[in-house]
């Protein structure tokens, strides 16, 4: 069954946040990630918990998968480049 990565993003250093972007993308795709939303235009139509700033969804295989590439080795010196640069909430979700 697929999960889903959500990240809401609020980017405040743009220049340094494209490094991370950069580097991040290949190693969710090493772990089965396809980024299905990465950032772009939203219609948000109610807010009463929470107002999305900039969303991204990576559809992995499974929840092992995206909890593996959030937990990787490789993805550890990449991660201080996104908390650095933006403030973030991130969720992995069980697909149906």
């Not at 795709?29 to 948000?44: H, I, Q, T």
Request: proline share 6%; glycine share 6%; charged share 30%.
């Amino acid at each position: 069954m697929s999960a889903y990565l959500v990240v809401d993003t609020m980017i405040e250093n743009p220049e340094e946040y494209e490094k991370y972007k950069q580097l991040a993308k290949p190693i969710a795709e090493k772990y089965g990630g396809v980024y299905r939303v990465r950032g772009g235009d939203m219609d948000v139509r109610e807010t009463d918990l929470w107002t999305p700033t900039r969303l991204v969804i990576i559809e992995f295989p499974n929840m092992e998968s995206a909890r593996a590439f959030v937990d990787s080795a490789e993805y550890a010196p990449v991660k201080p480049l996104r908390r650095n640069n933006a403030k973030c909430t991130l969720a992995i979700l069980d697909g149906l």
